[in-house]
């Protein structure tokens, strides 16, 4: 399976040194956000998020519910892919170059990040998705998603073409719906 590698202004949507993370810090962040991202429970939840937003976006007569429930799993799994996927260690913690970058080895907390330093990093990066959305869509695409998920994958290509768009925006703009949580209670952030 490919594996979904999103560049996207990476450099300049990384968590510096300066920024007060340390390297294990921004990797046991990272971790745990591909962690708890690519549950069964969370990719429900962001389907919840996504699915009204994003079918008054669509076109009337598109099924929007359903096929946003078939794709968005692939989808989830791909953005949050703990090696490579754009909440990875190896994209949100970038430019720490001293910082060896580990695939996902744990599941747990991540005690001891400044809350201030864990909404700041994530709220970052989810302003930079609005920006990076057509390479990011581009690279989801180059993974050979729609292979896996039909036999049409002209269709598929297409429908991923018509629902990504308004799925980045909703996540680029979510930030008060989980981040604050997030980072209070899996990451377990020190105020």
Same mark, same amino acid.
């Given at each position: 399976?490919?594996?979904?590698?999103?560049?996207?202004? &990476?450099?300049? /949507?990384?968590?510096?040194?300066? =920024?007060?993370?340390?390297?294990?810090?921004?990797? =046991?962040?990272?971790?745990?956000? %591909?962690?708890?991202?690519?549950?069964?429970?969370?990719?429900?939840?962001?389907?919840?998020?996504?699915?009204?937003?994003?079918?008054?976006?669509? !076109?009337?007569?598109?099924? %929007?519910?359903?096929?946003?429930?078939?794709? *968005? #799993?692939? &989808?989830?799994?791909?953005?949050?892919?703990?090696?490579?996927?754009? *909440?990875?260690?190896?994209?949100?913690?970038?430019?720490?170059?001293? %910082?060896?970058?580990?695939?996902?080895?744990?599941?747990?907390? /991540?005690?001891?990040? !400044?809350?201030?330093?864990?909404?700041?990093?994530?709220?970052? #990066?989810?302003?930079?998705?609005?920006?990076?959305?057509?390479?990011?869509?581009?690279?989801?695409? /180059?993974?050979?998603?729609?292979?896996?998920?039909?036999?049409? &994958?002209?269709?598929?290509?297409?429908?991923?073409?018509?629902?990504?768009?308004?799925?980045?925006?909703?996540?680029?703009? /979510?930030?008060?719906? *989980?981040?604050?949580?997030?980072?209070?209670? !899996? &990451?377990?952030?020190?105020?």
């Amino acid at each position: 399976a490919s594996v979904l590698i999103i560049s996207a202004t &990476v450099s300049a /949507s990384a968590i510096s040194t300066n =920024d007060g993370l340390t390297c294990k810090q921004c990797t =046991d962040l990272a971790n745990t956000l %591909c962690s708890m991202a690519t549950t069964d429970q969370a990719i429900k939840a962001q389907y919840n998020l996504l699915k009204e937003y994003m079918c008054e976006a669509l !076109p009337e007569d598109f099924p %929007c519910e359903q096929e946003l429930y078939n794709y *968005w #799993h692939a &989808v989830a799994i791909q953005i949050f892919n703990p090696e490579n996927g754009y *909440w990875s260690a190896n994209q949100l913690c970038d430019d720490l170059n001293e %910082c060896p970058k580990k695939s996902l080895d744990f599941l747990g907390t /991540s005690a001891g990040i !400044p809350c201030n330093l864990c909404t700041q990093a994530i709220g970052y #990066h989810l302003i930079l998705i609005d920006g990076s959305k057509d390479k990011i869509i581009a690279e989801i695409e /180059s993974t050979g998603i729609c292979s896996f998920l039909t036999t049409d &994958v002209e269709d598929c290509l297409a429908n991923l073409e018509m629902m990504l768009p308004p799925a980045l925006n909703r996540l680029a703009n /979510s930030f008060d719906l *989980w981040v604050p949580f997030f980072c209070q209670y !899996p &990451v377990g952030c020190t105020e």
